[in-house]
């Protein structure tokens, strides 16, 4: 089986079967997944928002990260109809306190909004909490792996 480290501020999706995995602190990760063909992705965006005009569409932001991630998947062959997703990270970290200390909430958000437009059902989320959390997503199975020091739950 591949394995793939998802880097902040990118997405990655797959029609083989693949470990992507990616520490989230305040920021949020989107896993998609089509049970009738097995493809899947994610993403790890860092803001809610729009930044200024220089990143253009970058999927540094949820408002682009999360239907560019559709938009991949659906290239790969996913049933656009039939896609599923579960929500992680959004975290109250110390280390962004210049983001201001919402900006976890607001990453959160910015998912289940854009989301529920989209018509794509949240099927699974474990967000907020204090502290960053690995999480490692199968695209086959649709399966996600998360911990907090060692501990399996987050929230």
Do not use: W
């Amino acid at each position: 089986m591949d394995s793939f480290y998802l880097l902040p501020g990118k997405l990655a999706a797959f029609k083989k079967e693949t470990i992507v995995s990616t520490l989230l602190g305040s920021c949020v990760a989107v896993a998609l997944h089509d049970p009738s063909t097995g493809i899947g992705g994610l993403n790890h965006y860092l803001l809610s928002e729009s930044g200024p005009e220089k990143d253009g569409n970058s999927p540094r932001y949820g408002i682009y990260a999360i239907p560019m991630l559709v938009q991949e998947c659906v290239r790969l062959g996913a049933n656009r109809q039939m896609l599923q997703a579960k929500i992680y990270g959004g975290a109250n970290v110390t280390g962004v306190a210049a983001l201001g200390p919402l900006i976890g909430k607001k990453n959160i958000q910015i998912a289940e909004d854009l989301l529920k437009s989209l018509g794509i059902p949240i099927v699974d989320k474990d967000v907020g909490g204090g502290t960053a959390r690995t999480i490692k997503f199968n695209t086959a199975t649709f399966s996600v792996i998360h911990q907090c020091g060692g501990i399996k739950t987050c929230g």
